[in-house]
């Protein structure tokens, strides 16, 4: 346990020493800015609309960050031959896997409870309330990253960064529309059923950690609700990271 | 040749069927046996033997120079022994145990060619990130990074940035990550790279004082007079095969090119003589240098000498050099020119 956590705090420090989450976290203070400056043209709604905006841009620019960081994490290990010295020590490749992975959730997991600390204040400042609701919404996503983020290092165990990073974004959209797939296949044929219900079994179901309608009309996320999708998050990023594991277990260092 | 199943052999006295005491060979710190990495093109699937048939045992305290030329299967040899690829075909064992296996590497330290490290760590964090992944008490390791930064120089350079350092210090770093669990078996992959000639004498003191230690060392090299002068001994590399594997001395011991015969004075009648039976003889300023290249040759010019009565200086054998003797070895593993 102790290699993995080393592992992950030196890709925690990678990124925050490379400054991207300034940068981004930059632009989530620009985008809850914005939401700002939006709101009075919601005539009296502008309580919601900047909970909405801050909420989804919190969540999609920690997506994002998973998304481009995750897709060359362990290329820019081979390429840079940084991989080499640390693979001749005692650890095994699943371990440095799950560092690299817990290292990278960390990350997107500052960057997410930051924004959402930041929609919190704001909330709190121009309108008075302590909105204890979006806890809620923020740990739904904290669940949804374990869930993307795993997926990106799934494909960057075996691919390159530009296709890591297109077939996890493709994974996230068609995760979001996933009950979509699952009715439309059920409208066609006995095959088509078939195809879409494994689909639909196999993409992760990221609309379960969506409660960002409930929270925006300032009700709370149901505990039980937090708890289930925790619980598939959970297995979902396992299965991902074991299937990742084997993949870099028979990898070559050339 | 030992047989695959040497490689087994367990250190210590065992027990025969009748319960008799019987001596086995201590157990090698790294063998490998009829060791083989085919790699395939991706595009064309065309194989390519990267390693043939390698098969090597290193002693406990011994340090042992891989040599061969670009491309002639030291890195990847290297690769395989750490894990890091694996054998086609063939066995490798370190200290006893498969190098996949994690417990294989708790007492290796390795230096890759051309080391690169996390450039956003200081020299500090990156030690005490190499000694965790070892296991090693964080009090410990702390110790042990402070120690080994001061003796390979890089002391007052432990909290910056190692985007900031230079090739030579980056590869004194790397020295310094290998050693930090006091391993028993030393990778070197080009230690002497990038160093400056007072750095290769310190790494060459730190690589005698491990082998004092009884730390074994395999390292790959392309300078070949620095491989001569620390190594106990050497394995030639080409294209792949082990073409030849010795001590230094024993391997240099035959190649005595020739014998210098150095003359206060030498007569213009014997002179003519030593010139007319091949040997080469020239003025090397006040003296004369009679170069003769077989024990019998050298005998008979000696007796001449006596008894023309010409004082001689000194008789001493030019002895072929590593490098001489790497050159032949390539040359005669490349079979005679068409």
């Known amino acids: 346990m102790s290699r993995v956590l080393a592992i992950a705090r030196t890709t925690l420090l990678e990124v925050v020493r490379e400054r991207m989450v300034l940068t981004l976290a930059l632009f989530g203070v620009g985008l809850v800015g914005a939401s700002q400056v939006l709101s009075p043209l919601a005539l009296g709604e502008g309580r919601k609309v900047v909970t909405d905006f801050g909420l989804a841009g919190s969540s999609m620019l920690a997506t994002l960050l998973g998304v481009f960081l995750g897709s060359s994490l362990l290329h820019k290990e081979l390429d840079r031959r940084t991989i080499y010295a640390v693979m001749a020590k005692p650890i095994r490749r699943s371990e440095f896997l799950l560092g690299k992975f817990a290292g990278l959730w960390a990350t997107t997991a500052f960057l997410l409870v930051g924004m959402t600390a930041i929609v919190f204040l704001l909330l709190l400042v121009v309108y008075h309330q302590a909105p204890w609701v979006i806890l809620g919404s923020m740990a739904l996503s904290l669940a949804e990253l374990l869930v993307i983020v795993a997926i990106v290092v799934l494909f960057s165990s075996f691919t390159t960064p530009a296709l890591a990073a297109f077939f996890a974004i493709a994974t996230v959209v068609a995760g979001h529309f996933a009950e979509d797939l699952h009715y439309f296949g059920l409208q066609g044929s006995a095959l088509l059923s078939a195809v879409t219900g494994g689909v639909y079994w196999l993409l992760p179901h990221l609309d379960l950690f969506n409660a960002r309608g409930l929270v925006v009309h300032g009700l709370a996320v149901d505990p039980a609700r937090i708890g289930f999708a925790s619980a598939y998050a959970g297995l979902y990023a396992a299965a991902a990271l074991t299937a990742a594991s084997a993949i870099f277990e028979r990898r070559e260092f050339r | ?338």
């Open chain 2, 1 to 338: 040749m030992k047989r695959t199943e040497d490689l087994t052999t367990q250190a210590g006295p065992r027990t025969g069927r009748a319960g008799a005491i019987r001596e086995v060979a201590p157990l090698a710190l790294l063998a490998m046996e009829n060791l083989t990495k085919v790699y395939r093109d991706p595009m064309t699937l065309k194989p390519f033997t990267a390693v043939d048939g390698i098969s090597l045992s290193l002693a406990r305290g011994e340090i042992f120079g891989l040599l061969g030329p670009n491309g002639a299967g030291k890195t990847t040899t290297i690769k395989i022994v750490l894990g890091l690829a694996r054998a086609t075909s063939g066995v490798v064992l370190l200290e006893g145990r498969d190098p996949s296996d994690p417990a294989a590497r708790r007492r290796l330290g390795y230096l890759p060619e051309n080391p690169c490290f996390y450039d956003h760590l200081t020299p500090e964090e990156y030690l005490d990130l190499v000694g965790s992944l070892f296991g090693i008490r964080r009090d410990v390791r702390r110790r042990r990074a402070g120690e080994l930064l001061e003796r390979l120089g890089l002391g007052s350079h432990a909290r910056k940035p190692l985007r900031k350092f230079s090739k030579g210090m980056t590869q004194r770093l790397g020295l310094a990550q290998a050693l930090i669990n006091q391993p028993n078996l030393l990778v070197l992959d080009e230690p002497m790279s990038g160093l400056d000639p007072i750095g290769r004498a310190e790494v060459k003191q730190l690589l005698r004082d491990e082998r004092e230690r009884g730390t074994t060392v395999l390292l790959s090299s392309h300078v070949l007079a620095e491989t001569e002068s620390i190594c106990d001994r050497v394995g030639i590399l080409s294209s792949g095969r082990l073409i030849d594997v010795g001590s230094v001395p024993g391997l240099l011991s035959t190649g005595v090119r020739e014998w210098e015969i150095a003359a206060e004075s030498l007569p213009e009648s014997l002179s003519a003589r030593f010139r007319s039976a091949g040997h080469r003889v020239e003025r090397v300023g006040p003296r004369w240098v009679v170069r003769v290249t077989d024990g019998q040759a050298l005998q008979e010019a000696i007796a001449a000498m006596t008894r023309e009565t010409v004082f001689i200086h000194s008789v001493e054998p030019r002895r072929q050099t590593l490098e001489d003797h790497f050159m032949r070895a390539l040359a005669a593993a490349a079979g005679p020119k068409p």
